[in-house]
């Protein structure tokens, strides 16, 4: 499970959205945690790549939530860590590479499958 780079890609994803994170609120920290949750719960279905697959494009909707969120809370109250919307920019990037390596792994198991 460690050899492959999407878990790496997936464990900086969970990091990264856990550093931009905003405690404060109920929904945000509901939110928040479910985007944590996600990328965790999906590296560990690592022999169900069409689940993992979509665990990871469902992670996308809960990046933007987050973003939204992050992004209303550096520039009109103030009350977020500046820095956070960056943070999610590149949970956005690194949850990406972890998708193509589920796909790229995906893709592998197929054409071995068609070479028997």
């Known amino acids: 499970m460690i050899q492959r780079i999407q878990t790496l890609w997936m464990l900086a994803t969970a990091g990264l959205v856990a550093g931009a994170g905003y405690w ?19 590296l560990l279905l690592y022999k169900n790549r069409s689940r993992q697959t979509s665990l990871l494009i469902a992670q996308f909707l809960l ?18 860590w ?3 919307p960056v943070l999610i920019f ?3 990037v690194t ?9 790229k792994d995906d893709m592998l198991v197929k054409t071995s499958n068609r070479l028997r």
């Open 63 to 80: 990046l933007a939530g987050c973003a939204g969120f992050t992004i209303y809370g550096v520039w009109f109250t103030h009350a977020m």
């Open 24 to 42: 404060g609120d109920l929904w945000m920290t509901i939110l928040f945690g479910i985007a944590i949750l996600v990328p965790l719960i999906a």
């Open 95 to 103: 949850n990406w590479l972890a998708l193509r390596g589920v796909l």
């Open 90 to 92: 590149a949970a956005f």
């Open 82 to 84: 500046a820095y956070a």
